[in-house]
């Protein structure tokens, strides 16, 4: 069965140093992976996809992941944090069928310091 | 543009009434999805429908039901067998052609008893 773990529930950083949120999962196939935005009572956005065609992954507001399988990982990344960074962030990988169903790690919210 | 339409964003509930909340869709997406999200849980599975006229249960089906009669809508009732319904809910859709697709979402409806 596939799952992710997001290692911490809570970051934060202050406006202009480096953001790392950790996500690792656990597949026994080649998985796809997603990172997803979510500001206050508001859906979910797509930050960046994982579907093996490249391990580094460059996605939307300069945010991007490294898809290591050695160590099971997918964290996002970004050099240098903005206040409207600020939001909760969520890990999903794609369930192994045709149902196109996701699973979500527990979240991560990004607190950002002025 | 295209996107996913979810009404009414606050909606209240009194005791033994049964809710609808509405989803509707025109991005011409095969694959529907209800997820209900509580502080700290990430998003939890309700139902998903592949294709008109047919659902399947998700995760957490007990004290809801859905319907889906057009391609473009997909809505989800609360009912009175719904124990604990206080908490936000998202609507998702995606093209259906199977594994790896991301979803879209829509700005959810935070649902509250009186």
């Known amino acids: 069965a596939q799952s992710v773990t997001q290692l911490d529930s809570h970051v934060s950083v202050s406006e202009g140093t480096p953001v790392l949120l950790r996500c690792n999962y656990s597949?026994?196939?080649?998985?796809?992976l997603f990172w997803y935005v979510q500001h206050p009572n508001k859906g979910l956005q797509l930050l960046l996809k994982?579907?093996?065609?490249?391990?580094l992954v460059k996605g939307i507001n300069g945010f991007e992941a490294e898809f290591k399988k050695s160590e099971t990982s997918f964290h996002l990344t970004k050099p240098s944090a903005h206040m409207s960074d600020a939001a909760e962030y969520f890990c999903?990988?794609?369930?192994?069928?045709?149902?196109?169903?996701?699973?979500f790690g527990q979240g991560t919210t990004l607190q950002v310091k002025p | 543009d295209g996107g996913i339409t979810q009404s009414p964003k606050y909606l209240f509930r009194k005791e033994g009434q049964n809710v609808t909340l509405s989803c509707e869709q025109n991005l011409n997406h095969d694959a529907m999805y209800w997820y209900r999200q509580d502080p700290g849980q990430g998003l939890r599975l309700i139902y998903y429908s592949q294709i008109v006229n047919d659902f399947q249960k998700g995760d957490i089906a007990e004290g809801y039901s859905v319907s889906r009669e057009k391609k473009e809508s997909f809505p989800l009732t609360v009912t009175s067998a719904q124990k604990n319904p206080t908490a936000f809910y998202l609507c998702a859709s995606n093209p259906g052609q199977g594994m790896g697709q991301p979803q879209h979402f829509g700005d959810g409806t935070r649902l509250s008893i009186l």
């Open positions: 999903v990988v794609s369930v192994r069928s045709n149902t196109g169903k996701l699973i």
């Open positions: 597949s026994s196939y080649s998985p796809s």
């Open positions: 994982y579907t093996s065609a490249a391990t």
